[in-house]
C-alpha cells in the first residue's frame, strides 16, 4: 500500500510488527472510531501432545481474567466501555479486537498489552472459563455431522496440522491449571511473535502511544507455524452416512440429503490464486452462477448450493456443498460434476469473464468501506501474503480465459470417476 492510502506499517526494536491505517480512504466512514486487533502467531498447531485446547483456554482466561494492573472486574467495565470486544483462536493464531472510540485509543493499547503480555490468569475466571470451554466442546461434538465433517477434513488433508480440531480434549481442559497455561502463554506470547493493527481515525501522536505501552515488553520465544504443502489427492474418497437428523419424520421420502465436494486448488502463495478467486465467483454469484442455473434451472432439481474457496495455509480448498431431494441426489452429482468439468474444456465466454472480474473488483473495493473489513480483509491479506490493494486489483485486471481453463485443467475432477476430491453424502434415506 502507499501513501494514497494513509498506510504506515514497522517494527519497534522488541519485533512488534506495527500496522497503522488511517481512514477514511477517500470514502465515508465513522471519523471517530477505531478497530484494533493485537495478534500472536500462536494457536493450536503449537500446542504439544497433552495440551489440546489450551490455546484456546488459555484466551478465553487472558480475555476475562485481568492482569497485575486491571482486575476482572475492571474488565467488565472496560468491555461495557468498547463497543466491540472479541477474542479468537485459530490454528495458528490467536487474535484479541476491539472497536473503540478515539478517545480510548490510550485505554485500549494499555488495556490490551497488559492482559495478554502479563495476564492474571485468576483461578476464580479459570473455573468458570474451564465450564464455559467444556460446553463450547460439548456443543461441537454433540452436533449430528460432527464425526462425518472430521472424517471428511482427516481424508481431505491427510495431516495433523490443518483441520485440527482446535476446542481440543475435555481431560485436558478438566486438569489444566496456572502453571500449565503460562507454560504455554511463555512459548508464544511475545512481541517479535505478533503484530499490532490499527485502523480508523488515528489521532497524529498514536505511535507515540504505541511506543510508551508496548515498547519496553521483552523479546521471547514463539514463531510462525509454517504449514505443510497440501497436494492434490490420487486417490478420491466417499463417505456415504446415514444422517437420521435429517429425515423429515413426517414424510420420509421428501428428506433432504446433504452433501459436500471438497478438491484441492491453489493457494494464496501461488500465481494461479486469482484465477481461482475468479472461478469461485463464477461459481457461487447466487442466481447467475453457473450451479444455481445448471442445477436449478436447466435441470429442475431444486436445491440449496454454495461453494466456499480457502487460499490460507499452504492449501487451497474449493468447497462445494447442497442441500438436495435425497432421491436425486444422484442426478445432482452428475451435473455438478458435468459443470466442473466444462471449465476443463471450454474457455468461458469473454462477456462472463468481464463480469465475473466487475463483480470480484466490486467485493474487494467494498471491503476497504469499514474499518473492520479493511483490518480482517485488506491489511492482514497484506501482513500475511505480501498482496496489496494494487497488487489485488491489477492481477485480477490480467486474468485471461486460459488462465481459468489452466487451473481448472490442473485441479478440478474431470468427472465423478476422477480421482482427486473428497465427497461426503449424509444420507437420511441410507440403508
Do not use: W
Not at 93 to 99: C, H, L, Q, R
Not at 340 to 348: A, G, H, P, Q, V
Not at 398 to 403: A, C, E, G, L, M
Amino acid at each position: 500500500m502507499n501513501n494514497d492510502y494513509n498506510y504506515r506499517e514497522y517494527t519497534l526494536e522488541n519485533g512488534l510488527l506495527v500496522a497503522l491505517q488511517k481512514t477514511p480512504l477517500q470514502i465515508k466512514t465513522p471519523k471517530q472510531t477505531i478497530t484494533g486487533q493485537l495478534r500472536f502467531h500462536h494457536g493450536s498447531v503449537h500446542e504439544n501432545p497433552g495440551e489440546e485446547g489450551i490455546a484456546h483456554f488459555l484466551e478465553h482466561n487472558v480475555t476475562n481474567g485481568g492482569s497485575k494492573k486491571y482486575s476482572p472486574e475492571d474488565i467488565k467495565k472496560i468491555r461495557a466501555r468498547f463497543p466491540i470486544y472479541n477474542a479468537g483462536t485459530s490454528n495458528s493464531e490467536t487474535m484479541y479486537t476491539a472497536g473503540i472510540f478515539q478517545e480510548d485509543l490510550e485505554l485500549f493499547l494499555d488495556f490490551f498489552s497488559n492482559i495478554t503480555f502479563n495476564p492474571r490468569l485468576d483461578n476464580n475466571i479459570m473455573e468458570l472459563e474451564r465450564q464455559k470451554v467444556l460446553r463450547e466442546i460439548s456443543d461441537k461434538k454433540g452436533r449430528p455431522d460432527f464425526r462425518d465433517r472430521q472424517i471428511l477434513h482427516e481424508s481431505f488433508f491427510r495431516n495433523e496440522f490443518h483441520g485440527y480440531f482446535e476446542l481440543g480434549k475435555e481431560e485436558v481442559i478438566s486438569n489444566a491449571n496456572e502453571e500449565i497455561l503460562r507454560r504455554f502463554h511463555s512459548r508464544g506470547y511475545s512481541p517479535n511473535n505478533a503484530d499490532l493493527i490499527l485502523v480508523g481515525a488515528l489521532p497524529k501522536y498514536v505511535e507515540n502511544l504505541i511506543e510508551e505501552y508496548f515498547s519496553n515488553i521483552p523479546i521471547g520465544l514463539g514463531k510462525k507455524f509454517n504449514f505443510p504443502q497440501v497436494n492434490p489427492l490420487e486417490k478420491k474418497v466417499i463417505i456415504h452416512s446415514l444422517a437420521q437428523d435429517l429425515q423429515n419424520k413426517d414424510n420420509l421420502e421428501e428428506s433432504n440429503a446433504e452433501i459436500s465436494v471438497v478438491f484441492v486448488v491453489p493457494h494464496l502463495r501461488q500465481k494461479l490464486y486469482y484465477p481461482t478467486a475468479l472461478i469461485n465467483s463464477i461459481l457461487r454469484s447466487g442466481i447467475n452462477s453457473r450451479l444455481y442455473k445448471s442445477i436449478n434451472e436447466k435441470a429442475g432439481l431444486a436445491c440449496k448450493i454454495g461453494n466456499d474457496y480457502n487460499g490460507a495455509e499452504n492449501v487451497g480448498t474449493m468447497h462445494i456443498s447442497g442441500h438436495i431431494h435425497a432421491k436425486k441426489k444422484e442426478p445432482f452429482l452428475d451435473i455438478l460434476f458435468k459443470v466442473l468439468k466444462n471449465f476443463r474444456d471450454n474457455l468461458i465466454d469473454y462477456e462472463e469473464l468481464k463480469t465475473a472480474k466487475m463483480r470480484l473488483r466490486d467485493k474487494f473495493a467494498r471491503n476497504l468501506e469499514n474499518n473492520e473489513s479493511l483490518l480482517d480483509d485488506v491489511i492482514q491479506l497484506k501482513l500475511d501474503y505480501n498482496i496489496t490493494i494494487e497488487d489485488y486489483f491489477s492481477n485480477i485486471a490480467r486474468i485471461t480465459r486460459k488462465d481459468i481453463r489452466e487451473v481448472a485443467q490442473k485441479y478440478f475432477p474431470n468427472g465423478r470417476e476422477d480421482e482427486n476430491y473428497v465427497l461426503l453424502i449424509r444420507d437420511p434415506l441410507k440403508e
